[in-house]
């Protein structure tokens, strides 16, 4: 099972950006389809935006046109580059690989979007 490492969270001011990376320790990253989600207190995780081996891209209607989701295969890695924010992403972000019915997961990075 992969090793998942997200960082780059931090407290931003609204209309602020962010960009998270996310570290995969396996040979086979190119292999995976992967994601962003994020939980709120109190609600429930929920997809953010996802990006396939062939680096097709899905988002959640609440951030189209403001976050972008790409991967560095040579890297190993996974980035949402976040935009414009807004206090409605506040929010703890995990990285997700999945593979064959099988999912690793990040720790999680937190994102605090306030004045």
């Known amino acids: 099972q992969a090793q998942l490492v997200e960082s780059g969270g931090g407290l931003v001011q609204p209309g602020g950006s962010l960009r998270l990376s996310c570290v995969v320790s396996s040979p086979i990253f190119n292999m995976f389809t992967m994601a962003w989600y994020r939980q709120a207190p109190g609600q429930e995780r929920e997809l953010v935006a996802q990006?396939?081996?062939?680096?097709?891209?899905t988002y959640a209607d609440s951030v189209k046109g403001r976050f972008t989701v790409s991967r560095d295969n040579a890297k190993r890695t996974l980035y949402l580059q976040m935009d414009n924010l807004r206090p409605e992403d506040t929010a703890v972000y995990y990285c997700n690989a999945a593979l064959r019915g099988s999912t690793s997961w990040g720790q999680g990075t937190q994102v605090t979007v306030s004045s």
């Open positions: 990006i396939s081996t062939l680096r097709t891209t």
